[in-house]
């Protein structure tokens, strides 16, 4: 028989099979199928919702500008293809360039003005919120593409504007006033409701140029919203700008983004570079080991739906050989039902999945900010992903074809079962992968990086586990010999039929590994965050502290009037204990700022011997915390005892985290202090008495403590820098009304309550997550190969029925064999699981405080999901087959 023949015989043969067995080629077939189905509609919404650049040029230019020129500051540019991925400074310039300036360059273009991006407050029914505000004539032909315009007209004057439907929604009627930088109010009149080409729900303002007071656009570098470079700028038209015309006018200071440059790159690689992807082997490893995993879990759950078929067809396959046929070509009719199987979920799984990404794409669209790109199939992704269907299946089917090959002919001729002795070198092949797989989840047990090394581990682990199945499930059978008739059938059949019970227990335990390892982990790290938290105020104290910024995120420049924040307080809290906190003046400025750090006096030159462990500037604003002894937090008197003391006698108190320190009797304070247009930093040096102090509690301590002669002497500017609040006994409701009041005040304030830690609700979400996850794979695969069990046992069954057994028994071997294999799995899977779990506490949890020592490894381990997942679930899914399979089979044939 010619190679060709064979393989058309196979196939023929395995389509009329599949046929005959609908239900068990049904299972086997949605179990490849739904990973194709679900990998293809997540990669479809993923790249419609992505929008390249390419893709959204024409939400930067608009639809018929050629490119968009825009001033990048007071330096040249360094820039490659794609402004819009970031660009670099160079030499500063004299002025900013000029239009006159670029038309030297370019020639003579239609050139609209637009400044994009700016960030203004608009005053709506809720108060005061953020927009991006545009400056540009929507209304003319370059602009086209960048708005839409869904009612009323364009603006014809400057104090005319369109907005969109986002701040329509936030209550806005027809005149809107809108709030600057600069603090300055302007009322528009809006004229009509626009549809922004990128931002969907972000609020927008369009008004035509000069509708805004000019402002330092340099405040909004690095990005408005919709990740456009802002600046003042224009869009022109005519010829592309060449690479030539566009370092010229990177030197003059501006911003080039050009579309035929944009969307033909690779033309222009050589002489601009490109921002296009770059190899990252770490990146490569997670995908590959994502894949993997994939695998085994899909190859596992099809194979028991296989391993049935190939013992379905062992009269078939033994009557080939009888006639002449080899054993390889009857594995060749297993593997044919592999590829039938394996095309037909790889091609339904993507025409499924097309067809759900294109019916959700209104719902991704709802949760996203900005338009969904164009719908989008990238056929090389989808390729891969049923490649990926057709080899799982190719491999699930791999071993029940080995098996069948190897059947004893004269037995399955002969009604007796013919499989072939198992490989006494599996288990231990099994073991020593096992083994592996724990010396290299060592190996990766380390401080940092070895997360990847752990994974893999985890997957070593997996496959030896996979070999020792067997072994277990032998174990088992004999165990069972004591207990009831359903239990002991179920156990003896699941060894017998070992080709369908292996990767149906090793589907479940591969599940529980990864349930049981990420459970470990996560529990692991909130432990290290419950253990490592340090209180900054004494339990149930409060401090208040200044808001210095104002909405748009600018410093406000404004000394708070602590008068009207302490009002606000007592008038919440009056029982409460109120102390001011002095310190370290900071005027909230980029440009203004001091510098405090002490030293130790006796180290040797040029040694790095600063000293105090900062910084606490989130508590009270202020990491120096200058006092005369009286009326100090709380907190301090906690920390240091003697600091009341030691501040009365006119000493500094320092307090540090090197127990070496504490022999001091004096510091070094360095000042360093930057003013506006003044060159360089004012510095002064001066040593004073102190007191070195290690903290005697577990909270956190400022820099140090100053005597107001001290901080005059070293020349540390002085202010109020907070509220000392003592037992207000504040609710999380009246603290929430508290700090909205504070929010409100013209130079606001907030308060910040000490509870202890509050563990954050993320780590029951994961584990209920993982929960669930587990539930649905372990639900899958129990109740596949239950079903497949029956369906294989029912002339064992039907024997039961006529030798006098209760209809009941074969609900309750269902169910008993349920147990077993979701039993075993999730035993093989916890022990598994502790592996790669119990590794990766170490990369995870161990933090290095730069040569001051470490903490952890943390362990936990989440006792009550391992029992939820290793007990309840075998017995949730058994009571659930008990409860819903037939008692009554009609009779049949014991030799089928």
């Not at 994009?116 to 005061?128: C, F, M, P």
């Not at 102390?579 to 750090?597: C, H, I």
Request: charged content about 15%; proline content about 6%; some cysteine.
């Amino acid at each position: 028989m010619s190679w060709l023949t064979s393989w058309r015989l196979a196939f023929r043969l395995a389509r009329r099979d599949l046929l005959k067995h609908k239900a068990r080629a049904i299972i086997a077939l949605v179990m490849v199928t739904l990973p194709v189905f679900g990998v293809v509609a997540a990669d479809i919404l993923s790249e419609t919702t992505s929008v390249s650049t390419v893709e959204g040029i024409d939400r930067q230019l608009g639809s018929v500008a050629t490119a968009s020129l825009r001033l990048g500051g007071d330096h040249q540019v360094v820039q490659s293809i794609d402004p819009s991925s970031g660009w670099g400074t160079g030499k500063r310039l004299d002025r900013s360039a000029t239009q006159a300036d670029i038309e030297k360059v370019i020639g003579r273009r239609t050139m609209q003005p637009l400044n994009l991006a700016v960030q203004v407050l608009a005053e709506t029914s809720h108060g005061r919120e953020l927009a991006r505000a545009d400056q540009i004539d929507p209304s003319t032909p370059l602009a086209s593409g960048l708005y839409r315009l869904v009612s009323g007209r364009w603006p014809s004057g400057p104090g005319q504007v369109v907005v969109n439907q986002a701040l329509r929604d936030r209550g806005i009627g027809e005149t809107l006033t809108v709030v600057s930088r600069d603090s300055s109010e302007r009322k528009v009149q809006v004229v009509g409701t626009i549809e922004d080409a990128s931002t969907r729900t972000f609020p927008v303002v369009v008004g035509l140029p000069g509708w805004l007071p000019a402002g330092p656009s340099e405040a909004d570098m690095g990005g408005g919203p919709t990740g456009v470079t802002p600046g003042p700028g224009w869009l022109i038209d005519g010829a592309w700008i060449t690479p030539a015309q566009l370092h010229a006018l990177n030197d003059l200071g501006v911003v080039v983004a050009d579309r035929y440059m944009i969307t033909h790159a690779d033309e222009f690689h050589d002489e601009l570079g490109s921002d296009g992807g770059y190899s990252d082997d770490e990146t490569a490893q997670v995908i590959a080991l994502i894949v993997v995993m994939a695998l085994i879990e899909v190859v596992l759950l099809a194979g028991p739906a296989f391993a049935v078929g190939a013992r379905k067809q062992q009269r078939s396959l033994a009557l080939v050989v009888a006639s002449g046929g080899t054993p390889t070509q009857a594995r060749r009719v297993i593997v044919a039902g592999g590829w039938l199987l394996g095309l037909s979920a790889a091609v339904g799984g993507v025409v499924l999945g097309i067809g759900a990404a294109w019916a959700l794409q209104p719902v991704a669209q709802r949760f996203s900010d900005t338009w969904l790109g164009p719908f989008q199939i990238p056929w090389s992704h989808l390729a891969a992903v049923a490649l990926f269907g057709l080899v799982s299946a190719l491999v699930a089917c791999v071993v029940p074809a080995w098996i069948a090959s190897r059947q004893n002919v004269v037995a399955v001729l002969a009604g007796r079962r013919g499989d072939a002795k198992p490989v006494r070198a599996f288990p231990w092949i099994g073991l020593a992968l096992f083994g592996i797989g724990v010396v290299v989840a060592v190996m990766g047990a380390r401080p940092s990086g070895g997360q990847l090394t752990i994974a893999w581990a985890a997957v070593i682990c997996v496959l030896g586990m996979v070999l020792l199945v067997p072994v277990v499930v032998s174990w088992m059978a004999r165990i069972a010999g004591r207990f009831p008739l359903p239990v002991r059938f179920a156990a003896r059949d699941a060894v017998r039929h070992r080709t369908r019970t292996t990767p149906a227990v090793a589907a479940v335990a591969a599940t529980v590994a990864g349930v049981v390892a990420l459970g470990i982990s996560t529990a692991s790290d909130e432990k290290e965050n419950r253990e490592t938290y340090t209180p900054s105020l004494v339990m149930g104290d409060a401090a208040v502290s200044a808001q210095p910024y104002d909405d748009f995120g600018d410093p406000t420049g404004k000394a708070t009037d602590w008068k009207a924040v302490e009002a606000a307080v007592r008038a919440q809290v009056p029982n409460a204990r109120i102390t001011r906190v002095s310190g370290l003046q900071d005027e909230y400025s980029p440009k203004t700022w001091t510098a405090v750090d002490f030293e130790d006096p006796t180290a040797a030159k040029n040694a790095y011997a600063t000293i105090g462990p900062g910084p606490w500037a989130n508590v009270f604003g202020t990491d120096v915390i200058v006092s005369d002894g009286t009326d100090l937090p709380r907190l301090i008197t906690q920390l240091a005892p003697d600091a009341a003391e030691a501040l009365r006698a006119g000493k500094a108190v320092v307090f540090t985290a090197d127990p070496s320190t504490t022999r001091l009797d004096s510091v070094v304070i360095n000042v360093e202090r930057h003013t506006p247009g003044k060159r360089g930093h004012d510095r002064s040096r001066v040593t004073v008495p102190a007191e070195v102090v290690e903290p005697k509690t577990g909270m956190t301590p400022p820099h140090a403590l100053l005597p107001p002669k001290v901080a005059a002497e070293a020349g540390v500017p002085v202010t109020t820098t907070g509220l000392d609040v003592t037992q207000p006994g504040l609710s999380k409701s009246q603290q929430k009304d508290l700090n909205a009041t504070l929010l409100a005040l013209p130079t606001p304030a907030s308060i910040t309550v000490e509870r202890g830690y509050e563990p954050s609700s993320d780590i029951a979400i994961i584990q209920a997550l993982l929960l669930a996850l587990a539930a649905v794979l372990m639900l899958g695969g129990t109740l596949t190969a239950m079903f497949l069990a029956l369906s294989d046992a029912r002339p064992d069954l039907a024997t039961l029925a006529a030798v006098g057994a209760e209809a009941r028994v074969r609900r309750k071997v269902a169910a008993s064999y349920t147990f077993v294999v979701a039993f075993v799995g999730a035993v093989l899977g916890m022990v598994v699981g502790f592996v790669p779990g119990i590794a990766v506490t170490r990369p995870l949890t161990v933090t290095d405080y730069y040569g001051q020592g470490s903490s952890g490894p943390f362990l936990d381990i989440p006792w009550l999901l391992i029992v939820l997942v290793v007990v309840g679930l075998p017995v949730l899914s058994s009571l659930l087959v008990g409860a819903c399979v037939r008692s009554r089979l009609p009779m049949m044939k014991r030799l089928s």
